[in-house]
């Protein structure tokens, strides 16, 4: 594979930096396994988009952003650090504007636009978003409203009733019509407050039974009354009771001295 003409201008985006070594590698493996499947591919009438072997360093980032052997988050990353006198800013770009034009290309072909749409899609392709893939390509249109509701439906009907199977398939990925795709998307702080309140929630779904069926304490006995202290209430009581007996009629002449004697505890 030493001999590939297509390894150069690979070689020259892995020098300029506008690819990483462990991206280079991948697409190497990429390369070898669409030669070996190559065979299989034309059996099975399996459309592989391929790397031409006379691409140029524009074409050859363009077909790594289509099959997304560059991750698009690292690419638009790298894209806004460089200025835009730069060389490599102005390659890249026009790498960008390459996959994207593709993509309507694609939807042209298999009649899903005609060629005013297609032409009004080349005019408003994004600079800063990557619709590589016919899908992507049509939800743009969608959101960029160069395809309107009304004729996104007719497209449908069309579609489902004479279009082919790629055709079938793009539209219904696609979803819905534009006006789910022109929805603002959450900001950063109302995600995290919402996902705040959703473990709030969970921690007193989980904490708040545990709590209710805490073993409350138990109640302490009183003490136990000293024994001596009983011994000196029951001496009291009989004590008493001789004197009323002493009150009654017939026993005045009667006289009772009564002494309690109680034994004093030990020290």
């Known amino acids: 594979m030493s001999t590939d003409p297509r390894l150069l201008p690979l070689a020259e985006l892995l020098h300029l930096g506008l690819i990483t070594s462990d991206e280079y590698d991948d697409t190497l493996a990429e390369l070898e396994i669409i030669d070996l499947q190559r065979a299989h591919n034309a059996a099975e009438d399996i459309d592989v988009p391929e790397l031409a072997m006379n691409a140029d360093q524009i074409r050859t980032l363009a077909w790594l952003l289509s099959a997304e052997l ?46 005013w749409q297609r032409d009004a899609a080349h005019d408003s392709l ?79 779904a989980i904490v708040g039974p545990l709590w209710l069926k805490r073993e409350q304490p138990t109640p302490v006995a009183p003490l136990a009354q000293p024994v001596d202290t009983v011994e000196r209430d029951a001496l009291q009581q009989r004590a ?4 009323d007996h002493a009150r009654q009629p017939g026993h005045d002449s009667v006289q009772y001295d009564v002494h309690v004697v109680q034994d004093k505890p030990p020290q």
Do not use: W
């Open 70 to 115: 560059v991750p698009e988050e690292r690419f638009f990353k790298m894209l806004r650090k460089l200025p835009a006198d730069e060389p490599r800013r102005q390659l890249a770009s026009a790498a960008l504007q390459q996959v994207n034009r593709q993509a309507v290309d694609a939807l042209y072909d298999q009649n899903l636009i005609n060629p």
């Open 126 to 204: 994004p600079a800063d978003h990557l619709a590589g893939t016919p899908v992507a390509a049509l939800r743009h249109m969608l959101k960029q409203g160069t395809l309107s509701p009304l004729q996104y439906k007719e497209l449908q009907a069309r579609t489902r009733a004479n279009g082919s199977q790629l055709a079938r398939v793009i539209v219904d990925a696609a979803g819905k019509p534009p006006a789910q795709y022109g929805r603002r998307a959450a900001r950063p702080f109302n995600v995290l407050m919402i996902v705040l309140m959703l473990v709030m929630l969970m921690l007193v």
């Open 240 to 243: 008493a009771q001789a004197l």
